[in-house]
């Protein structure tokens, strides 16, 4: 399996709603990532995992929180969004953080009304 | 941080004619540049890549260069088909080697 599976692959929520964002990688993948990608831009990142712990968050507001229960699955937690947060959320893991290839799941088109 | 310019950001050209999208980046660190395409609704798929210690990589009509004393890296695509229409971006790991930076993106058209 060399896939990277997120669902869902859409999602409408309220500003007042908390819903949540999967990941799924069997790869044995020990880095898995966020990121965020508006239209006609590229991904943004936002945060890393490297070995099931948290080794970076760009800075990225509480409304959006992270989370890796186990090597393989990651999960984003989403609470008060705002409309500016209506993007594609990209998942991806790589062998190791850093220098090598990342494999991007498909993404859950998220829109915020 | 890493700063990644990449150019152009729109690119048409005649089916068989080559392509050619340029980035530099900033962290003279920096020593793995990946390059990514993105077709119309799909995931981001790494075309090719290339580490500081190598100068130029081929893989079939897809080809990467890189000047470490330059700063700059380009992607060449020869004969190119249809099917090599897709935003491509380029990308550089920070010098701790744990993110990727991209570049802006190029929109390539490929015109049969």
């Known amino acids: 399996d060399t896939e990277v599976t997120q669902t869902p692959k859409h999602l409408v929520m309220g500003m007042t709603n908390k819903k949540s964002l999967k990941c799924e990688q069997h790869?044995?993948?020990?880095?898995m990532y966020w990121y965020k990608q508006k239209a006609k831009k590229p991904p943004e990142l936002m945060f890393v995992?490297?070995?099931?712990?948290?080794?970076i968050n760009e800075s990225v507001p509480s409304r959006f929180s992270p989370e890796c229960p186990n090597s393989s699955l990651l999960n984003l937690h989403l609470h008060a969004l705002q409309p500016e947060d209506s993007a594609l959320y990209l998942c991806?893991?790589?062998?190791?953080?850093?220098?090598?290839?990342?494999?991007f799941g498909s993404g859950t088109q998220l829109s915020v009304l | 941080g890493e700063n990644v310019e990449q150019h152009p950001s729109t690119l048409s050209v005649q089916e068989g004619d080559s392509a050619v999208i340029k980035c530099t980046y900033s962290d003279s660190a920096s020593n793995y540049f990946p390059w990514y395409k993105q077709e119309l609704g799909k995931r981001p798929q790494l075309i090719i890549d290339i580490r500081s210690n190598v100068g130029e990589k081929k893989d079939q009509r897809i080809a990467v260069t890189l000047n470490k004393t330059a700063k700059h890296f380009s992607l060449h695509i020869t004969e190119t088909q249809p099917e090599d229409s897709a935003v491509y971006f380029c990308a550089a790991s920070s010098a701790a080697g744990n993110k990727l930076t991209f570049g802006g993106g190029t929109r390539v058209l490929v015109k049969p």
């Open positions: 995992y490297s070995y099931e712990k948290l080794s």
């Open positions: 790869m044995g993948h020990r880095a």
């Open positions: 991806a893991s790589s062998q190791e953080s850093g220098r090598e290839k990342l494999f």
